[in-house]
């Protein structure tokens, strides 16, 4: 079986990724000049040649308070930053959308034939504006509260945007972000000044799909129940 949803978002994923190692060699440049100093410049060649990142872009600790504080004032950087969040809930909600139409004809593989016009027809009448939506589908046709999908705890540091948040709260928060994005081009109740701020929404939208994706085909295809999957029943 070809398992397209996840296909897409690991494509999708993939493009992100270039984007992110970009916006790190452009950060370290920043710092830098900031610094004074060329301490990078045999970690910017590894990032160029063997296709990694830095502490800069997962760790806020990696930047001193007085270069936070300038880098405030770096409008590419938070514009990169809300660009990279755009990209990754856009990543997130193509996954769910796919998924569900992946999860529907599965279920309706045993219909009567000639009925393909009805799955369509449903197809064409359900609505997928937002994560609120989404969900109430896969409540109504799948029969599972993807809202309810909390995978343990995902890590965090001392400074997050979401420490005190379930999995999905956090989802929400990033949809949100995404919507202020898209109308006044930046989030004004998400913190996105560095690139961890947007690694942290990147990675979470990551680690949930893969995870759902992984708990979820086992119920759908192979009618397994995870702990995770029984919880949303």
Not at 188 to 202: G, K, V
């Amino acid at each position: 079986m070809n398992h397209k949803a996840i296909d897409k978002f690991n494509e999708l994923e993939k493009g992100i990724l270039e984007i992110i190692r970009a916006a790190d060699i452009f950060t370290i440049e920043l710092v830098q000049l900031r610094r004074g100093t060329d301490f990078a410049k045999n970690l910017i060649k590894d990032l160029l040649t063997k296709g990694k990142i830095s502490s800069f872009v997962i760790f806020r600790d990696s930047y001193s308070q007085k270069e936070i504080e300038d880098l405030k004032r770096e409008p590419r950087l938070r514009s990169i930053a809300c660009q990279i969040v755009l990209a990754s809930y856009t990543a997130l909600e193509v996954y769910l959308v796919n998924k569900f139409k992946e999860y529907l004809s599965f279920r309706m593989r045993d219909c009567p034939q000639g009925t393909q016009g009805i799955k369509e027809a449903i197809l064409k009448m359900i609505r997928f504006r937002d994560l609120k939506e989404i969900k109430k589908n896969y409540r109504d046709f799948i029969g599972i509260h993807i809202d309810k999908f909390e995978p343990g705890h995902f890590p965090v540091d001392y400074k997050s945007n979401f420490k005190e948040n379930t999995w999905w709260e956090s989802l929400l928060q990033i949809s949100k972000a995404r919507n202020e994005i898209a109308h006044r081009g930046i989030s004004e109740t998400t913190q996105l000044i560095l690139l961890p701020d947007a690694w942290e929404c990147f990675d979470l939208c990551r680690r949930w799909v893969n995870l759902f994706n992984i708990n979820f085909d086992r119920y759908i295809y192979k009618n397994e129940l995870t702990d995770y999957v029984k919880r949303c029943l």
